[in-house]
Each structure stands twice: as C-alpha cells, then as structure tokens.
C-alpha cells in the first residue's frame, strides 16, 4: 500500500522527513538561470528548464538520505505550461531515483471533476488504444471543504492505482484558527474533518495502520498536533510548518505515533534555499541542511 | 474593475450566463480527436490539440452571445503539461474574442505560495529583463478553507492586475451539507466564510457595488442562495448547478441582486456536449443551448 511504501522507505533511511521542491526563481542559483536564458532567451521556457536543472541537481544529491519530496505545485504553475512541464519532469525523475513523490496541489472539486484531477495524478487516460499516464506521482494534497463528494473520488482512484492523499486538517498559518479552530457543538471544525476522513478511508487500511488519507497537520500548533495524533489513530500526517515557518523539531514529533512512525515532516526554503545562507554549492548545502534535520528528527522520534 | 467588466459584458448581452468548457475527451467529437492523433499519434499532445481545436470552435460559435467562459482546470491537467498548454491557448483565445475567464482551478495556499498562484493567473514573471504572462485570465477560483492568510495574497494580486476570484462558499453536492452547513454558534459555516470574505475585499467595491472577492454559491440549494443574496451585499456570485447538477434557472436566479445583477451561472456539459443528444455540429449545438439558456434567463431576471 502507498503509505506502507513510504513508510518503509523512511525506516530504511531513519528520516521521517520530505523536501519540498519549491523552486521560486529566487532560490534557483543564478548560473543555472543564466545559462538556460543563454540558450532559449528569456523566456518560461529557459526558466522551466532551469527549475527542472536545479531540482534534479537537489534530488541527485538527496536520494540515499531523504524518502521523498514534495513539489508544490504553485511554483511550477507560476511558469505556465513550461513550468508544469518542469513539475512532470521532476516527479518522473524523483521517482526513477526511488524517492517517493507527493504533489502539493490541495486539489479540490466534487464528483467528475474530482475524478479527473485524481486521473491526472494518479492515473491512466486512454487515447485511441494507448494507456497514457498525464504526471503519475505517489500522493497528492486535497482540501476537503466540499465534504465526502470531494474526498471520495480522490480515494477511489488512489485505491485503484494504489496511490494516496493528504487532505487538510489544520494547517500551519495564524489565520488558520478563523475557520479550522472554531467550535461545532462540541468540536473543533478540524476535528470534524479529521473525523470524516477516518470514517471515508477506514477499509483503506494498510500494515502499519495507516488508511490511504492522510492529512495536513501544521508543526506550528504543538497541542493540535498531539489532540489530532491520539484521535485520528488510521491517519497519516503530513507535517509542514518546520524550520522557515517557526516550527521546532520537538513541535512536529508530537505527530508521531508512539512508534516513532505515521508522519513526515516536510522542509522547504530551508533545504533547498540553504545555499544562500552557506555559501555553497546548492547541492552540498542542500544535503547538509538534510542530514542535520534528519539527525535533529533521530534524536526526536527514535 | 473587473467585475465591471463582467457586469457590463452581461448588460449589454443581457445574457448572465458563463459556459464552463470541461472538455473530458468523451465530449470532444471523435472526428476532431482522430484528425490529431493521425497528426501527433496516439499522444497527449495530440488530445490537447483536439481539446484546443474542440474549445476554439465552441468561443467562435458562442463569443458574440456569452459574456464569459470558464474552463475547468481539472480537464486540462488530465492531460499532462500538453493539456496545461491547452488551457493557456483557450484562455488567450477566448480573451482574444472578448470573453471574460474565469478560471476554474479552487486553488489555495498561504503566504508566499499563494501568492505564487495568484501571480501565475494574474501576473507577471520576471526572467532576465523580461515580463512574461504564464496564464493572464480575468479570475481565478479558490478554496477559503485556509482563513484569511490564504484568500488575502489573492485580493493583492486581484489588485495589482486588475482582476478577481471567486471563492467557495456553498458549492452545489448533496455532502456540502457535511461542513458547510454545520453550526458555529448562530451561523453556518459558509455564511462566516462569506462575510470573512466581504470583510477583506470591503475596500475593492467597484462601480455596480461588487468587491473583486466573488462567491461560489450553488443553485441546487436556492434558499441558501437567497440568503446569501441577502446578506452578502458586495459579493458578486458565480453559481454552479445549473442544468446537468439539477438546479433550475428559478433556482439560480436567487442569486441576483434587485436589478438583476451579481451574479452569472454556469452551465458546462449542457452546453458543451449539446451535440451528443441533437445529433448536429458541435458549435450549432452549442448555440442552440447557450441562446436557450440566455433567454430562459432572461425570463426570470430581466
């Protein structure tokens, strides 16, 4: 199943951590953009293939530590269909190099056109005779404010294709608590849907007790995330919210099952963006920054 | 603003409807589809094509009688980047012929990421010396589930640029009533996401009254429609439902204002895949409808 995959993988390597491949342009070393620009001018094009550059340049030097990463999807679109050419070509290359791939894309919408998103990310599309697969990553991120008629698609597919999904539960912003915090009767609204997502995903489950939704559970909020811990006890968590956005290693291990298992904690600008700060090469500093978040999260968890 | 914009595209089509192309490739007539793939091969480059030359011929029949389109972007990612190109190539078409976009992609994200997002659908990226438009359309739905940190980034850009959004408030599925509808204290969920959304953009008010902070109100549920009419004075609605969800064009026009403003309804397969039920042309289909469509409307706000 999915999530078992993805657990293994961080057993295997120790580090219940993901690096989010959130490639803005300013995180993206000047050379690689120039000379990219020096053969396609300065276009989307020049920048897709330098985000592609980097981004393999970041996965070669993290696949034997780090499980998995996750491209948000934003930074990839921000350079129209060149940019989303670059997120198919990342996802494709994090795979072949055995890392596990969720698409931060929070996808949302209700009976077909959920089906279709779920298609695109997981499945296969038929053309004429041939199966074709449009970006066939791992896992990718949902909002379930629509309710069930929002979630279910997603699952099914995923249960298809054996993939997986990480809706949003409570996320790591300040004006998260305007609506995810408020009280319905005598439940937070994240409570309710962390609920929902148990009672959807319960015949989901796989060998480590986890169903195919996970959720989105930010590193910021230390109390929600040990409350939504103990309640959703078939969910998986996908923790953002560490390093950059202020949350502690000793925040985001309240995720954690009393097995040191059932979450992954992500880093983005921290990792990817470390060279900036060291003065490395990207790849190096990149791979410092993961090996002490790694070493920070063993002291943590195991 | 471009809400007046819209409004002044409706006035004078005295037409409040929007067509939402979501062009699944079982809607695409096959003779189109066999043209690319005996071109391109059995390809999703080639189903972009057709799905481009399918979109193409539906604006040409329909720009003269239909304010606003608004393509699905769940359609276009199932697709791979081939198809996100296909999305891009539509909307600047259909900007071309005059129409308002909307694109419908219930994108959402915090900070610098949501921003991200709003700058690929609104804005303008720098490579080198050089401005480059990734999507450049007129609005763009979101998803409010993340509070005001996650609509607030958007509003920004819908400034900068001179454009909108739309954001879910009461979609039009049966579970909608899972989240939405439940109590915090007095009021619904969707009706404090609603004036979350009127408090923000109170300062946006255009020239018709209406923020560039739009709703997304379904017309299967008309009292909440007339509700939210009521009390969300400066929100201007997009209202899905209509036609194939069940929701009648009596229904729908809960969602006007006084004058018969502040408000646009969508209708996608109806008028879309019109040529599958009348047996003639795709685009004489589609007209057939869209003016059927336009004048039932017309009856019931005019």
Not at 16 to 43: M, N, R, Y
Not at 53 to 69: H, K, S, T, W, Y
Not at 192 to 201: H, T
Request: net charge negative.
């Amino acid at each position: 199943m999915s999530f078992d995959r993805l657990q293994k993988k961080i057993d295997d390597m120790q580090n219940p951590s993901v690096v989010g491949l959130d490639p803005a342009l300013e995180h993206v070393p000047p050379h690689i953009l120039q000379k990219h620009v020096a053969e396609k001018g300065e276009t989307l094009e020049a920048a897709g293939a330098a985000v592609c550059e980097f981004n393999f340049g970041l996965i070669d030097a993290l696949c034997d530590i780090v499980p998995a990463i996750k491209p948000q999807s934003a930074y990839y679109e921000l350079l129209g269909p060149c940019g989303v050419l670059a997120l198919k070509q990342t996802c494709d290359y994090a795979k072949s190099k055995g890392m596990y791939v969720i698409c931060d894309g929070k996808r949302n919408d209700i009976g077909s056109t959920a089906e279709a998103y779920a298609v695109a990310y997981f499945g296969t599309v038929k053309v004429g005779n041939s199966e074709l697969r449009p970006f066939d990553v791992d896992a990718l991120t949902i909002n379930a404010y629509l309710g069930s008629d929002g979630v279910k698609p997603f699952v099914d597919m995923a249960e298809k294709y054996d993939k997986a999904v990480f809706a949003l539960v409570r996320t790591s912003n300040p004006s998260a608590r305007e609506l995810q915090d408020k009280f319905i009767g005598d439940e937070r609204l994240y409570t309710i849907v962390g609920d929902l997502l148990e009672e959807i995903s319960r015949e989901t489950v796989g060998e480590y007790g986890y169903s195919r939704v996970g959720a989105v559970v930010g590193a910021t909020y230390p109390e929600e995330a040990e409350f939504l811990r103990a309640r959703l006890s078939n969910t998986f968590f996908l923790v953002p919210g560490y390093g950059a956005q202020g949350g502690a290693a000793a925040d985001a291990a309240k995720a954690f099952d009393k097995n040191g298992r059932g979450a992954i904690v992500n880093s983005s600008r921290g990792i990817i963006a470390a060279w900036k700060k060291s003065g490395e090469d990207y790849a190096v500093a990149a791979r410092n920054e993961a090996l002490r978040m790694r070493d920070e999260f063993r002291k943590e968890i195991y």
